[in-house]
Each structure stands twice: as structure tokens, then as C-alpha cells.
């Protein structure tokens, strides 16, 4: 039911059918929420198991040294799943549930905004004529998001996701991930045309060996 009707209706019944049916409303709106706690947490499983050999083969196996890759897609990786896991067994009455909630907030969310947001500013810095502007325009939207994400951890609690809620700092985080996304990958696809029409099209791919293409369109440095 749309909030406006649901108000609307609400203003039409007696005060007891009106407490029973704002009760029924955010019971609903709860489930709503644990279902949707539930199939995030499986989606990220399943895709977990379905690339784990190739994860196993590429990162773990690669992390007798050093690499700021392995580090970007392991942030970017687990701190959510560990962010879901708590999503589907936390209650209000968990000791110390607000702390616990805020803790797997920023453990989760700021690692991993971090994280993407600096694969992208350097994918855009490395491949984009004009880098550094763009680059900086990217960094202040990035830390714009960061900050945003952290007043969302502010006012969150157990009884009260922000995620789920319509606040000013979560939208202002929703319209700055937007501008942010639409921006860099608008920049990147537009680096991606050039190329290939430098290289006389699809036709001509097709021949080419990927690594070396993917090397002369300076996309390597986009998985550093």
C-alpha cells in the first residue's frame, strides 16, 4: 500500500482501528525487511560458492605477497557478507544491540565505499583524457558518500535502519552514488568506444588477442 493511502485511510478510522492498522503496517514493513535481509544474505552466498574456485585459484592463491588488488576485492568482498549475516540473527533485545549494529555498520559499509570508490577514480584517472579533473570531481562525490554513509551509522540503531528509512543523509547518499556511477561509468564506456573505433571496430577485436587488447586500451590499469 502506497504511504500516502495508508495515511489517508488511517484518517478515516476510529482511533483503536487506527492503532491496529499502523501496528499491521509495520509489521509488515518489518517482514518486508527480514525477507529482504534473507534473500541478500543467500544471493551473496550463492555467488560466493559459485566463483570460489576461481577465487581460491586468483586471490588466495596469489596473497603470499603483497597487492593492492587482493586488498581492494577483499574489502569489497566480506565485510558485507558479515554485515548480512548480522542483518538476519540480530534482535533489539541482543546485548548491546546498538553498538553491535553501529560496529558492523562502518566495519561493513566505510571499508567497502572506500574501496570502490578508489578503484574508480583511478580506472577513470588512468584511462580518461582530462584524468585528474574528472578524478577529482570523482574524489569529492566519494568522500561526499563516505560521509553520508557515516550520519547514516550515527542515527542507526536496532529499532530504527536507516537503510530502510527515509532520511536526509540516506537519501543524500542514494543521489550522490547515483551522480558518482552514472559519471565514472559514463567516462570509462566512452573510453572503451574510442578504442575500439581506434581499432576499426568489433570486427577487428574479434582477431585480436584480449590481454592485448586490454593492454593497448590502458583498461589493465581499471584491475590494479
Request: proline residues 3%; glycine residues 4%; charged residues 15%.
Amino acid at each position: 500500500m502506497p504511504i500516502a493511502n495508508f495515511f489517508e485511510r488511517a484518517a478515516m478510522m476510529d482511533p483503536e482501528d487506527t492503532s491496529f492498522t499502523v501496528l499491521e503496517y509495520g509489521l509488515r514493513k518489518q517482514q518486508i525487511a527480514d525477507y529482504a535481509a534473507f534473500a541478500k544474505l543467500a544471493l551473496l552466498v550463492y555467488d560466493i560458492f559459485l566463483n570460489l574456485d576461481r577465487e581460491v585459484r586468483l586471490v588466495w592463491r596469489t596473497s603470499d605477497r603483497f597487492r593492492w588488488s587482493n586488498v581492494i576485492y577483499y574489502t569489497n568482498r566480506y565485510p558485507v557478507v558479515a554485515y548480512q549475516i548480522w542483518s538476519v540473527c540480530y534482535t533489539p533485545k541482543t546485548p548491546h544491540c546498538d553498538a553491535l549494529y553501529q560496529f558492523f555498520w562502518y566495519f561493513s559499509f566505510i571499508p567497502t565505499r572506500v574501496a570502490i570508490s578508489a578503484s574508480w577514480i583511478l580506472r577513470v584517472y588512468a584511462v580518461v583524457d582530462h584524468g585528474l579533473i574528472f578524478g577529482l570531481i570523482l574524489t569529492v562525490l566519494g568522500l561526499a558518500i563516505i560521509a553520508f554513509d557515516i550520519l547514516q551509522g550515527v542515527q542507526s540503531t536496532c529499532t530504527h535502519n536507516t537503510l530502510s528509512s527515509e532520511t536526509l543523509s540516506g537519501v543524500m547518499t542514494y543521489i550522490c552514488l547515483a551522480v558518482f556511477d552514472i559519471l565514472a561509468t559514463s567516462l570509462v564506456t566512452i573510453r572503451m568506444c574510442q578504442a575500439i573505433h581506434r581499432s576499426g571496430g568489433f570486427h577487428h577485436i574479434d582477431k585480436q588477442n584480449l590481454s592485448e587488447y586490454v593492454l593497448r586500451s590502458c583498461n589493465l590499469a581499471s584491475s590494479l
